[in-house]
């Protein structure tokens, strides 16, 4: 599977951005995908998952209000829409999956075999 994360760039506080993953070679079936996104000197950490055969989703309380992770099976292709951002929301963000992915684990980015390259997202006025 290959992932292609793209949507990034530059916004005010306040303002919104959408990133898309978009998988490649294989049909999205029963995998789990997330995003995660790390600031620079700091560690990667979770920001949203959801199942691809279901309506199941999870956030980080970070961003719980304020992003949508959600699906186009036509597109195979998983959205997240970032409203009222923040300047802590820096970061470089980046999408995954896995096949089977248990639901308990979707926020760990141990259990993840496939990433996208990450995009570039920058809060600052």
């Known amino acids: 599977v290959q992932l292609q994360a793209s949507g990034g760039g530059l916004v005010q506080p306040g303002g919104s951005l959408r990133l898309s993953c978009t998988a490649s070679?294989?049909?999205?079936?029963?995998?789990?995908i997330g995003w995660f996104r790390q600031a620079a000197g700091k560690g990667r950490e979770f920001v949203a998952g959801t199942r691809w055969g279901g309506g199941s989703t999870r956030y980080a309380d970070s961003v719980k209000g304020r992003f949508t992770i959600s699906k186009d099976r036509a597109e195979n292709t998983v959205w997240l829409q970032m409203n009222s951002l923040k300047p802590d929301d820096t970061a470089v963000y980046s999408c995954?999956?896995?096949?089977?992915?248990?639901?308990?684990?979707?926020?760990?980015?141990?259990?993840?075999?496939?990433w996208g390259q990450g995009t570039q997202v920058t809060v600052s006025s």
């Open positions: 995954a999956a896995r096949a089977g992915l248990i639901w308990g684990r979707i926020s760990s980015d141990s259990e993840y075999d496939n």
């Open positions: 070679g294989i049909f999205l079936a029963n995998h789990g």
